[in-house]
């Protein structure tokens, strides 16, 4: 898996932004933003448990659900993969903890 794969599920998921909400989980995601900030949240716990639990197969399966979820948010707020890279690519000189000093 690299960049690509993301960009094209994020392109993938961009095209079913406008289907009906009964035909696409993602749309119907889009339009429920308050159920999107849930199973993202939900995603997240769960992932969290299953690491605690040294549950390998768990921690792969929600990863792939909080990335898939993540990606239906950053499609409902028109934010593109490569803006979160470019984010991520001006942290990689920091310090975790001079970045985090940095927002405060």
Same mark, same amino acid.
């Given at each position: 898996m690299n960049d690509q794969f993301i960009r094209e599920m994020y392109d993938s998921l961009k095209k079913r932004k406008n289907k009906s909400k009964n035909k696409s989980y993602t749309s119907y995601l889009i339009k429920n933003p308050e $159920? $999107? =900030?849930?199973?993202?949240g939900e995603e997240s716990s769960e992932l969290i448990i299953d690491f605690i639990k040294k549950n390998k197969d768990g921690v792969i399966n929600e990863s792939a659900d909080l990335i898939?979820?993540? $990606?239906? $948010?950053?499609?409902?707020? =028109?934010?593109d993969p490569r803006e979160v890279w470019e984010e991520l690519s001006n942290r990689k000189s920091k310090s975790g903890f001079e970045e985090k000093n940095s927002r405060s």
């Open positions: $159920l $999107l =900030g849930k199973k993202i898939y979820h993540l $990606l239906v $948010l950053w499609v409902s707020t =028109g934010i």
